[in-house]
């Protein structure tokens, strides 16, 4: 496919129609193809990339803007540091690789954005074009009834599906870690901890009984909210039925049983991604890599396999946090009757686009893919891992080879399905890398080349996402475990917790206004009383009304720990944007890491201080304050995580 030359890049004016060409100049690309030679295999000198969102109310550009954003960044730095090696003549250094970019925030104008990619490693300089298949306006959501039904039926099974995949997971990062000589045999303590937080968290959250309890609490909530919506009391009715958790039920769980099971509604948001692969065919792109998050790969796989799009070219998908896996595991269950053997979403994709490149990345715990795409059909077969000095793997006819990478998000079941673009030692850089060379194997870009430093970065990743992990896991079963015990101790004679909740019932009586809230729950109180007592069982409300301040107690108790937890969150997170950023020049320097360890004694200090403290041991909670204080400024002063960036190399 030949470029445009020396014409400007395609403006997106208008959703239905194509770009149109605007006034003549040259773009960077445009000016090395008229002077350079051919750029080197699997790279191509004008590559377009379509964001497809996934399921939920995202605005136009919105996704657009957050994606595009990491990359921009990511890009600036690795401009910076490699301008400070080798610095350009005064006025010619350009960090920023936007070339142009023009979008706006409704659907009238798909968003548009060009980056420059400079010369690098033998790669000459080349275009990337960047936009957005939104399709969140495009569906009808089906009402609030059928959501609920939809999902109550299929609860068990997705739970069940999210529990069979942290089993059976198969995390790649060791055989890695190892290959590059990052770790040595027997691995580090620090990695050991790492991997056996990881097996414990994956344990817990596959285990059958949680998966039951998730899936059981989820049918009885649903159920219940399903009945008090029926119930013909206004009040209660527009409560229901006007709230968050209306808008939150319908807007992102009803668009799966419309994507799966409704074929006019599915076949009009494939015609929004179609429409904007066909933009960036006319605008002369020579690659298309099509980039889809959660159920947006849904959107794209089936896209792909339209027999409407199969004459426009797609050289490379890569998913993130995908719902494929999900979605075939409800293929496979014979309850599920819409998504029948004949279904698009089974489609031989091999078969359709035998040329296709698939990098499939999941989190390790995001609950959305749960792992590796599982039982996968004969023709979609996992990429192995290629050792240094090896070939790249090539898929045997009639196959595709997928290159599964799992990473390291946050090891949080609840965030881990959204924080793909905070993560560039995983998730950012590889992407970046195979954007570049989109028509080949990642092993052809002229970014971050050294696949050691690429290892290093996930390796100091991980270790940073497992004191997270294991910061929440402290706050979590000391909060359990100091609730509990001071409910036997309640139960013995010992009115700590009641004490408590008396004590913030008087301090919430002295807040002004206080009664807004405190009358209606004093009259709902009084009605419960009367009638418990009307139909004899006055002593019964005797006993609810003196659980009352336990209640309260073990509430006040609870969010404290919470409060803590959240302390930590907040502080782990200014670690985490100070270190990741650290991570985008080409050779990467583990940033001093003496902050984040000062406060973290800091925190344990606290923590322990708190556990003190809810049994009434001042004397020891203020001891464990100022000694952890003490060791957050010993570990502040003498710097001992100074790092100069080396990786650890086993002993020869």
């Known amino acids: 496919m030949q470029r445009r030359g020396d014409d400007q890049p395609t403006v997106f004016t208008d959703a239905a129609d194509a770009a149109q060409t605007q006034t003549p100049t040259q773009t960077p690309s445009a000016k090395m193809a008229a002077s350079e030679a051919p750029p080197p295999r699997g790279i191509a000198l004008r590559t377009g990339v379509v964001f497809v969102h996934g399921i939920g109310t995202q605005a136009p550009s919105e996704t657009f803007l957050d994606w595009s954003g990491a990359i921009v960044e990511l890009l600036t730095d690795w401009r910076e540091a490699e301008a400070s090696l080798d610095p350009p003549a005064e006025g010619e250094r350009i960090d920023d690789p936007v070339w142009r970019a023009e979008f706006t925030f409704n659907a009238a104008s798909p968003p548009y954005l060009e980056l420059g990619i400079p010369e690098h490693a033998g790669v000459p300089a080349t275009t990337w074009v960047l936009t957005e298949a939104w399709w969140a306006s495009d569906l009808r959501p089906p009402n609030l009834g059928t959501t609920i039904d939809y999902l109550r039926r299929r609860i068990g099974t997705v739970v069940e599906g999210i529990s069979d995949g942290y089993r059976d997971r198969a995390p790649r990062l060791a055989e890695l870690a190892l290959a590059t000589d990052v770790i040595g045999e027997p691995p580090p303590l620090d990695w050991r901890l790492a991997e056996d937080l990881d097996k414990v968290q994956s344990k817990t959250f596959g285990a059958r009984p949680i998966g039951w309890l998730v899936a059981g609490a989820?049918?009885?909530?649903?159920?219940?909210?399903?009945?008090?919506?029926?119930?013909?009391?206004?009040?209660?009715?527009?409560?229901?039925?006007?709230?968050?958790?209306d808008s939150f039920l319908v807007d992102w769980f009803g668009d799966l049983p419309v994507l799966l099971d409704e074929p006019v509604q599915s076949a009009n948001v494939r015609a929004r991604l179609a429409r904007s692969i066909q933009r960036l065919v006319d605008d002369d792109c020579d690659a298309i890599v099509v980039v889809a998050h959660s159920g947006g790969a849904l959107v794209s796989y089936e896209t792909l396999l339209d027999p409407a799009y199969v004459h426009l070219p797609v050289d490379k998908l890569v998913t993130l946090g995908q719902g494929l896996g999900l979605s075939w595991r409800l293929a496979a269950d014979p309850d599920v009757r819409e998504i029948t053997p004949g279904s698009r979403l089974l489609g031989n994709l091999a078969e359709v686009r035998p040329g296709l490149r698939w990098v499939d990345v999941w989190a390790s715990f995001d609950p959305a893919p749960a792992g590796p795409i599982p039982a996968r059909p004969p023709w979609l077969l996992p990429a192995p891992v290629a050792l240094p000095g090896e070939p790249p793997p090539t898929p045997a006819p009639g196959t595709i080879l997928v290159e599964s990478r799992p990473v390291t998000n946050e090891m949080n079941v609840l965030t881990d399905h959204g924080a793909y673009w905070a993560n560039p030692e995983g998730f950012v850089i590889p992407l970046v890398r195979h954007i570049d060379a989109a028509l080949g194997d990642a092993s052809a870009s002229r970014f971050f080349r050294d696949r050691t430093d690429r290892t290093l970065r996930i390796v100091w990743r991980r270790q940073r996402v497992s004191a997270l992990a294991a910061w929440g896991w402290s706050c979590s079963v000391a909060g359990i475990a100091t609730v509990v015990t001071l409910l036997v101790l309640q139960v013995a004679g010992q009115p700590r917790l009641s004490n408590a909740g008396d004590l913030l019932v008087a301090v919430w009586g002295q807040v002004p206004g206080h009664e807004i809230i405190s009358a209606p729950v004093a009259a709902f109180e009084a009605v419960v009383g009367a009638l418990l007592g009307f139909v004899g069982l006055g002593g019964l409300a005797d006993t609810l009304a003196s659980l009352g301040p336990v209640l309260l107690g073990s509430a006040l108790t609870a969010g404290l720990f919470y409060a803590l937890a959240k302390v930590g969150l907040g502080r782990w997170h200014d670690w985490d944007r100070r270190e990741r950023r650290a991570m985008h020049p080409e050779t990467p320097l583990l940033p001093d890491r003496s902050k984040a360890g000062a406060q973290a004694m800091a925190l344990v200090g606290g923590l322990l201080a708190?556990?003190?403290?809810?049994?009434?041991?001042?004397?020891?909670?203020?001891?464990?304050?100022?000694?952890?204080?003490?060791?957050?400024?010993?570990?502040?002063?003498?710097?001992?995580f100074a790092s100069d960036g080396r990786p650890l190399r086993p002993p020869a």
């Not at 041991?617 to 710097?639: K, N, Y």
Request: glycine share 10%; proline share 5%; no cysteine.
């Open 218 to 245: 989820g049918v009885v909530a649903l159920a219940g909210y399903d009945l008090l919506r029926r119930i013909p009391i206004p009040a209660v009715r527009e409560f229901a039925v006007r709230k968050m958790i």
């Open 610 to 640: 708190l556990v003190f403290a809810a049994f009434g041991w001042a004397a020891a909670a203020g001891i464990t304050i100022v000694l952890g204080a003490a060791a957050g400024l010993i570990v502040w002063a003498r710097r001992p």
